[in-house]
């Protein structure tokens, strides 16, 4: 593969599984170096082997303030100034609007939203002037999905920050932007603990609506993200779309 990122440092929130690790990949494969983080100890252990030695794995919790700021320490240790940061954690739990509970509300907020806020907040003085954010959003932030409420409004939140940091960082060109998927094939579907059946169930669900009807991958996220990351140079403040036609209504061939 070309080594178009030569010399080009970036961090991946979010990056020892699914999309996260898909973007770090593709990042290292052409060249870039990259921190990224994770909190499970298995996940970290499993990408410390064998990402080389221009990947820098780091244990950090994105729902606790003090390892935010701890990070922000290690990324400037690490890696100095960066062009590019991903901020890709996040949690989805499935649940009717009236059985959510002030636990499922925190737990999802702090992770999907407060976390994503003070993350950027604290890494933002490390990008370099013309350097770029993606944030991971969801599809189902502008829609009405049973058993998303919470989720949905954490995302719709982020896109919103995304929106508002993408003006203010105009005078410095950092380009802000969203990458929003749909269903992509990812170790959890983007759904935490669903059984094995009811994960099987959801990924049927996912192909019987998305009009392309399968499963995106996570390298075409990869690919989506890198885009934005460093192709877009004139998009900013926007949300793309990889979902296989799902947000825009497009109606799949068969009904």
């Known amino acids: ?96 609007f009236g059985s959510v509970t002030e636990a499922t509300f925190d737990q999802t907020f702090n992770i999907n939203t407060k976390g994503a806020f003070f993350t950027t907040q604290r890494l933002l003085p490390l990008v370099r002037d013309g350097g770029s954010f993606v944030f991971t959003s969801s599809i189902a932030d502008g829609r009405g999905t049973p058993g998303m409420s919470i989720y949905a409004g954490s995302k719709a939140a982020l896109r919103a920050f995304a929106q508002v940091l993408a003006a203010e960082l105009l005078p410095r060109r950092i380009r802000v932007n969203v990458v929003s998927p749909g269903f992509i094939k990812t170790p959890t579907m983007g759904a935490a603990g669903l059984s094995e059946v009811e994960r099987a169930t959801f990924e049927q669900l996912g192909d019987r609506i998305t ?45």
């Open 1 to 96: 593969m070309e080594n178009t990122y030569i010399g080009k440092k970036a961090v991946v929130i979010g990056g020892t599984t699914g999309m996260g690790l898909a973007v770090a990949n593709a990042l290292l494969a052409r060249g870039a170096e990259v921190l990224l983080t994770g909190r499970n100890e298995n996940n970290l252990a499993a990408v410390s082997k064998g990402l080389g030695a221009r990947a820098h794995v780091v244990r950090s919790d994105i729902a606790n303030m003090t390892e935010i700021d701890a990070l922000g320490t290690q990324v400037e240790e690490k890696l100095g100034r960066v062009d590019f940061v991903f901020i890709n954690a996040g949690v989805g739990i499935l649940e009717p």
């Open 211 to 255: 009009p392309m009807q399968r499963h995106g991958t996570v390298e075409e996220v990869a690919q989506a993200v890198l885009f934005l990351a460093f192709d877009a140079t004139f998009t900013t403040g926007t949300t793309l779309f990889v979902d296989g036609g799902l947000a825009q209504g497009l109606t799949p061939p068969r009904l």
